[in-house]
C-alpha cells in the first residue's frame, strides 16, 4: 500500500508496509500513482502530455522515472506488500502477561470541577476516594511480581489531582527507590497535574524524581477559565501559570508537557498554542475532548474542517519558529522515522490490558484510566490479580488487524488502530473505530511527515 500526498510544498510518498517515505518531484509523484495502473509506454505519453510547457523533461528522463520505481519496488521500499497480518495475534502471545506500566488514580478527588472532565470531575462516577499507602505498595509489588524480565517500569501518578495525596505519593516513590535494585527494576514516574497545590516542595520533589511531569493548561486565558473552574465557579488560569513557569524553569525547560484540551468552543486551537508559547512553555500537546456527543464541549462535524486547517497552519508555525531558531515541540508531531516503535508496537497498539492497567484507590485493575469505573471492564485487583481473564482477551486480541475498518488506512501501522477507549464508546467495541479521531490522526501524521522532509532540507 501507498500513500501520497502534498503538503507545505513537498510531494510525499509513504509506502504503508516498508515505513520508507520518498520526497520526490512532482512528474515522480505522478509517475508512482499511474506505476500500478498504467504499461510505461502510456504513462509516459499521459506525463509527456501533462507536462508539455516544460520540454526539459524528455521521454527518457520519464522513463528512467519508471524503472527507478521498479527498483524500488524490487528493494521493498515501495509497494511492498503486507506481510505483517498472520503474526498480530502471535505477538502478544509471546509477549505473555508481562505487564510493563500501572497508572495509579492515587486521588479520585479533585478540587478543580471541569465541565468537560471524562472522569466526572475526577471521581470516575464512583466515590470520592484517596489511595493508601498500603494499597499504592501492593500495586507496585504487583507490578514487578507481573514484569518478567522487563527492567525499566512505567508508573503514572494520576487522578483526580494527584497533589491531593501528595504524602502518599512520596512515600510510593520512596518506597519504589528502595527496592528496585534488588529487584533489578527501574522505576520511572510521571506525574499529571492541574497545578493548583504546586508548591517548593512539588517542585523539588517532581524535578529530582519524575521522568515526565504533565502540566494541564489549555491556553488562553478565556479559554482555560471557560471549563477549568474551581467549585466556586472561579477560573484557574491566573493561579497556576506563574506556578507552572516556575517548576519548568527550575526543571531546566524539559522533560514536561503543557498537555491542553481543545473543544467545540475553541477548534482554532493554535491561538492556545500560541499562547503558551508566549508563556514561554515550549513542550507541548492540545487533545481533542473526549466527552459524550451531545456535551456542549464535544467537537461536531462543522469543527472538523477548521481543526484539520489548525493542524496545517500548526506545522507551518513550527517550521517558521525553526527557521528562527525558536523551536518547539508537539506532541503529536513526534514520529522517528528511522528508529521508531517496532512492529510488535505497531500492531498491537499500547497494550491497555495487558502490558498496562490502571489502578484504582480500592486496587482494582481496569485496562487504562477511561474505562475505570465501568464493572465490565474491571479486571481484577493488585491483590488476587487478574480474576477475568474473558475481558482480558478482549484487549489481548484487540490489534490493528483485529479493526476490519483499518484495513485499507494508510496510516494503520503509525495509530496502531487508535484507543481502544474512543473505539468503545464511539462504536460499543474495543475493535470499532472512532472516525473522527481518525481524520485527524491522518492529517497529524501527513504534517508531521511533512515536517521530517523540511528537516531535512535545513
Known sequence: MVHQFQRGGYNIVVDVCSGAIHVVDEAAYDMIALYKEKPR?????LLLEKYRDRPELTRRELEECWEAIGELEKSGQLFTPDSFEPLAGEFKARSGNVVKALCLHVAHTCNLNCAYCFASQGKFHGERALMSFEVGKRALDFLMENSG???????????GEPLMNWDVVKELVAYARSVEKEAGKNFRFTLTTNGMLIDR?????ANREMSNVVLSLDGRREVHDRYRVDYQGRGSYDRIVPKFQELVRARGNKNYYMRGTFTHENPDFLRDIEAMLDLGFTELSMEPVVCAPGDPAALTEEDLPVVLEQYEKLAEKM???RREGRPFTFYHYMIDLEDGPCIYKRISGCGSGTEYMAVTPWGDLYPCHQFVGDEKFRLGDVFQGVTNPQAQAEFRD???YARPDCKD???KLYCSGGCAANAYHATGSVNGIYRYGCELFRARMECAIMLKAAEADM
Not at 516542595?201 to 520533589?205: E, H, K, T, W
Request: charged share 35%.
Open 319 to 321: 517550521l517558521e519558529r
Open 201 to 205: 516542595d512539588v517542585i523539588d520533589f
Open 409 to 411: 488506512c494508510w496510516a
Open 149 to 159: 524480565t522487563r527492567r525499566n517500569l512505567e508508573v503514572d501518578f494520576f487522578g
Open 398 to 400: 484487540c490489534n490493528v
Open 41 to 45: 509506454e502510456e504513462a509516459v505519453s
